[in-house]
């Protein structure tokens, strides 16, 4: 009897689960019968976001980036014969790098001729807008993204404007350090502290070449640097 009604007691208590299962499923069912239309809406948006991006990266975007790079082709071409104002803004028959920042902001192709467009500026003397165009410039390529950092540094030295050139020089150097970039930015850095007579930070930077990147060429002048300063000092 007492097995039996043990039985019955276990029988019961699963009924109860089963019931509470039920009755929750049917509470769900409710709810997306309630609420259809505003469940139906919702992932109607989300397929359309979905698609919309892949269309616009497809259709709009690659398309754009393709173009741009044709265009960079031959704005790099005169980059590189020096003819910068033909790089800048184009022969008649090919764009420019402002124009190809203009038309194609959105591409990474844009985003390259703001560099190529800020280092031409800076050669034929538009400080102003050659900072413009290196401050809005971005990469994630290390040896580019330091090289702009440092071409703000020459536009600054140009200006007159010292110590940020001197500051932007280290910023350059110390950006993801390597054996390129960092040794040229730091001797850049050190010349511009010597240039304003504070010959302690010069020294400091040129010993830290010296000790980090002695098989560099800039290392391998740190000799006669540190030389030149401390025989001043005596």
């Given at each position: 009897?007492?097995?039996?009604?043990?039985?019955?007691?276990?029988?019961?208590?699963?009924?109860?689960?089963?019931?509470?299962?039920?009755?929750?499923?049917?509470?769900?069912?409710?709810?997306?019968?309630?609420?259809?239309?505003?469940?139906?809406?919702?992932?109607?948006?989300?397929?359309?976001?979905?698609?919309?991006?892949?269309?616009?990266?497809?259709?709009?975007?690659?398309?754009?980036?393709?173009?741009?790079?044709?265009?960079?082709?031959?704005?790099?071409?005169?980059?590189?014969?020096?003819?910068?104002?033909?790089?800048?803004?184009?022969?008649?028959?090919?764009?420019?790098?402002?124009?190809?920042?203009d038309e194609f902001s959105s591409t990474d192709?844009?985003?390259?001729?703001?560099?190529?467009?800020?280092?031409?500026?800076?050669?034929?003397?538009?400080?102003?807008?050659?900072?413009?165009?290196?401050?809005?410039?971005?990469?994630?390529?290390?040896?580019?993204?330091?090289?702009?950092?440092?071409?703000?540094?020459?536009?600054?030295?140009?200006?007159?404007?010292?110590?940020?050139?001197?500051?932007?020089?280290?910023?350059?150097?110390?950006?993801?350090?390597?054996?390129?970039?960092?040794?040229?930015?730091?001797?850049?850095?050190?010349?511009?502290?010597?240039?304003?007579?504070?010959?302690?930070?010069?020294?400091?930077?040129?010993?830290?070449?010296?000790?980090?990147?002695?098989?560099?060429?800039?290392?391998?002048?740190?000799?006669?640097?540190?030389?030149?300063?401390?025989?001043?000092?005596?």
């Amino acid at each position: 009897i007492r097995i039996d009604m043990a039985k019955n007691k276990g029988l019961d208590k699963g009924d109860e689960r089963l019931e509470s299962v039920e009755e929750a499923l049917s509470r769900s069912e409710q709810f997306i019968i309630n609420n259809q239309k505003t469940l139906i809406g919702v992932v109607t948006v989300v397929v359309v976001i979905v698609l919309g991006y892949f269309g616009v990266n497809k259709y709009y975007l690659q398309p754009k980036e393709k173009e741009a790079q044709t265009q960079m082709f031959m704005a790099e071409s005169y980059f590189e014969s020096d003819s910068l104002n033909k790089a800048l803004y184009g022969d008649g028959n090919n764009l420019g790098f402002m124009d190809i920042i203009d038309e194609f902001s959105s591409t990474d192709a844009g985003n390259l001729a703001r560099y190529y467009a800020g280092v031409s500026l800076l050669r034929q003397g538009e400080y102003e807008e050659a900072a413009k165009q290196l401050k809005k410039f971005s990469a994630g390529d290390q040896i580019i993204s330091a090289m702009a950092m440092g071409a703000l540094g020459d536009v600054y030295l140009e200006m007159g404007k010292q110590q940020e050139a001197a500051s932007q020089y280290e910023k350059a150097a110390r950006y993801k350090m390597n054996e390129l970039t960092s040794p040229m930015y730091l001797l850049k850095a050190g010349q511009t502290y010597e240039l304003m007579g504070d010959n302690n930070k010069a020294l400091k930077i040129f010993k830290e070449i010296s000790e980090k990147y002695p098989s560099t060429t800039e290392g391998r002048l740190m000799e006669k640097y540190i030389a030149k300063i401390e025989a001043a000092a005596k």
